[in-house]
């Protein structure tokens, strides 16, 4: 794969989030519209299995998780997604992380820029990344549980993607939060995600979406 082919499919891997990332198209409805507005109402684990619903099962595959970290009130917490089982098994992602609205994610850059501060981890080692906060109203099934959410994108050519940590991110704790409150991280499905090979293995994408596990942050 040519450098110009490769960071053309990381530009059109997050082009594909920003896309439905806040953004609101103008004119009529149309039945198409319609089917649309139905489907984001449904939540996560519902349009997983509508998306899935005639891809085999299998027994074992690529584990995504959130870590379980801790913070001081006023600090930064540390937020970690990872996988396991997964050596030379992947060459893409697009996932959405969602999470209380009283933790800030730090930006790199302007705030009307959107970009998130964070950290590739070994497991994309080599990737092209990018990610964003979310911004504009957030999906019907979310709106209004004072949640905020970010998108995170890498691409490389083959399956070089191993288990391991893939991204950081970094969240301010509220300056009066309590000791002891847990705040949940979790991932969140939104059509444009994946989780794939090069093959466009989408028995592998269906495990990692119904098998990953969230984390949270827990104020000390």
Sequence with gaps: MTKR?????????LMSALSVTGCKKDGGSSDNDSSEKKSAVMNYDDRIAEAYKDVEDIESGPELSVSRT????????????????????????????????????QLNGSAEAHMTKYMAGDACDGFLTSSMEWFGDMPEDLAGQGKSMVFFAAVS????????DIVTFYLDVPEDAEPGTVYPIDFYYYNTDQFTNIKGDKEMEK??????????VTVE
Excluded: Q
């Design 157 to 164: 050519s083959g399956n070089p993607g191993v288990s391991g």
């Design 207 to 216: 495990y990692a979406f119904t098998h990953w596990k969230g984390g949270s």
């Design 5 to 13: 082919r490769f960071a053309a499919l990381g530009a059109a891997l």
């Design 70 to 105: 801790s913070a001081p009130a006023g600090g930064v917490a540390e937020v970690t997604i990872s996988v396991d089982n997964a050596d030379e098994m992947w060459n893409m992602c697009g996932l959405h992380i969602e999470y209380p609205e009283e933790l800030k994610c």
